[in-house]
């Protein structure tokens, strides 16, 4: 099979299993998905939707965000890791949108990417989430499964990034990254992984990967 044809056969498999697709992270506005991308960073995305309803409850915008101190902040959010460099971030955004934004989320990836704790993943997921600005975000999930379907090398997250958006039609970029993500979750987690579950793997996949499955070693013997 052609890269052409094995990106095809990726795109027609993951539009045939997610139609709608679900959003990941609960938010209301820019602003609340910026703050739970932000806190979604080496944790999990059920752990963070169990904590930032906490949160906005007491602050789900700027100006509520910056009458709380770092350590307020710091307490209600430690459940999801790193709190004390992410509640330091979520301060200092929250003030620099309020003294150069007007408590606004700007709409650009040069902005997202000077704040606090705000990295070029994060900026990518609000910008295609928040905004529909085509954007692929690349997460663990991503890479491992470009890694495992061939289509990238598995060097970095960034050489991830840069052969995804050259293979795959821009338009379908915001909905792609959510759909391999949820696929990633289902049919091709890092362990406990069905390689008979996992059809795009199991149809395209790296043969090296393939093989060094526990159920293709099984099969040989």
């Not at 890269?3 to 993951?14: A, D, G, H, M, Q």
């Not at 529909?132 to 598995?154: C, E, K, Q």
């Not at 993500?181 to 091709?188: A, E, H, L, M």
Request: charged residues 25%; without cysteine.
């Amino acid at each position: 099979m052609t890269k052409e044809n094995k990106v095809k056969f990726v795109i027609k498999t993951l539009q045939e299993l997610y139609p709608t697709i679900p959003i990941p992270l609960d938010h209301k506005d820019p602003y609340t998905l910026l703050i739970a991308v932000l806190m979604s960073a080496q944790s999990t995305d059920v752990r963070v939707n169990q904590i930032t309803p906490l949160l906005f409850e007491k602050a789900d915008n700027p100006y509520d965000m910056v009458k709380l101190s770092v350590e307020e902040i710091r307490e209600i959010i430690k459940p999801v890791g790193l709190s004390p460099m992410k509640s330091k971030g979520i301060h200092g955004l929250s003030q620099i949108l309020i003294e150069k934004y007007n408590g606004e989320v700007p709409q650009s990836f040069e902005a997202l990417e000077t704040f606090p704790a705000v990295g070029h993943k994060t900026a990518s997921v609000v910008m295609s989430q928040a905004f529909g600005v085509p954007a692929f975000p690349v997460d663990t999930h991503i890479h491992r499964l470009m890694y495992r379907w061939n289509l990238s090398n598995g060097k970095n997250v960034m050489q991830t990034e840069k052969d995804a958006k050259r293979l795959f039609p821009e338009e379908l970029w915001n909905d792609l990254h959510l759909q391999i993500i949820w696929y990633g979750r289902q049919y091709s987690p890092a362990r406990g992984w069905d390689l008979e579950k996992d059809i795009i793997t199991k149809t395209i996949g790296r043969q090296s990967v393939i093989n060094s499955h526990p159920q293709s070693l099984l099969n040989r013997k």
